[in-house]
């Protein structure tokens, strides 16, 4: 019997979910047994043109990591999509825009601007900006084109399924190829981990007061945190309450608060919005210039709430103000 055929491909992120994939250890193993990876040009010699030869629906899964920032990203994921039978976003950036995303605050002119004028390492004298199609001697030169907004994966194709995490840890990975191998996947347009709230599976959440109440935020470099009490009720900037389970809590058990990498729960159309309504939910004030105070403790609240999904969110990013002048 023919093993599924496999493919992995990066888009715009930080190469994290691959190397997710070799964090499987010795599991990787067992997947590599199981399948045939036709396709994973970040650790193998593949080329796009091994691709473009495969029949249409020739690869059984295809596990596509990060955002659609430049042409290429969304050619690559159109001709993946055209092959494979089953897509998979894997990781925040595939499913939400993730940290890629927070570019969508800004322009691509303002960008452009930074990155080749005014960087203070940057000598740019003739003042050269990358151009999808430049002349030069030898003939056409073509670049990738440099998108105005970072996209998810599911709006520019279409995904069957989705995989959280800022990487998906090796235990969800793993589940999810051994759903695909005994075809045992939920409906169509599920995330692959748990619907629970991350509070469920940490450790100090028994020690949650009953009605939990703060008077202000903490950063992390200011506190030492008791690992064995809940890191919001001191203080600590925690998403776990609205955070989907699924991560083991690694991050919690090692001090550090969630910042929501998995992702909303389902049924939630904004994740940075029920974050945000969340936390002012159990600020202990009803004092105008006190709850100023408190929040103004956070000192990026569109990065704090918007970390991993402002593509996919109602704001999408900067909105234009127009005037009618």
């Known amino acids: 019997m023919a093993k599924p055929k496999v493919a992995f491909y990066w ?105 080749y004028h005014q960087a203070p390492t940057i000598s740019n004298g003739s003042a050269v900006e990358p151009l999808p199609r430049t002349d030069v001697p030898e003939g056409e030169l073509e670049l990738p084109e440099f998108y105005e907004k970072v996209k998810t ?50 450790k100090a959440n028994a020690s949650k007061p009953e009605k939990l109440l703060i008077k202000e935020f903490k950063r992390i470099q200011e506190v030492i945190p008791d690992l064995s009490k809940c890191l919001l009720a001191q203080g600590l ?35 940075g919005a029920k974050a945000l309504s969340a936390l002012a939910s159990i600020v202990d004030s009803r004092d105008e210039a006190e709850l100023a105070r408190i929040f103004d403790a956070i000192p990026d609240p569109a990065g704090t709430f918007y970390r991993y999904s402002l593509p996919a969110s109602l704001l999408g990013g900067r909105r234009q103000v127009t005037s009618d002048k």
């Open 11 to 115: 888009c715009s992120s930080c190469g994290g979910c691959e190397e997710a994939v070799v964090d499987l250890a010795e599991g990787i193993l067992q997947v590599v047994e199981a399948v045939d990876i036709v396709f994973w040009p970040v650790a193998l010699d593949f080329k796009r043109r091994d691709v473009e030869a495969m029949p249409d629906g020739a690869i059984d899964v295809c596990f596509i990591n990060g955002a659609i920032r430049m042409s290429e990203q969304e050619a690559m994921a159109n001709l993946l999509r055209r092959k494979s039978k089953l897509v998979i976003a894997y990781g925040s950036c595939a499913w939400m825009g993730g940290i890629p995303g927070l570019a969508n605050l800004t322009s691509k002119k303002a960008i452009f601007d930074y990155v």
């Open 153 to 202: 994966l599911d709006q520019s194709i279409e995904v069957d399924y989705y995989l959280p995490g800022c990487p998906p840890t090796p235990k969800i990975t793993l589940e999810a190829v051994e759903a695909i191998l005994k075809g045992a996947l939920p409906e169509k347009g599920s995330v692959l981990a748990g619907d629970r709230a991350l509070c469920h599976e940490c």
């Open 237 to 271: 900037l925690c998403l776990g309450p609205v955070t989907r389970g699924g991560c083991e809590a690694r991050c919690l058990k090692a001090g550090m608060p969630c910042t929501g990498c998995f992702g909303p729960l389902e049924k939630v159309h904004d994740y």
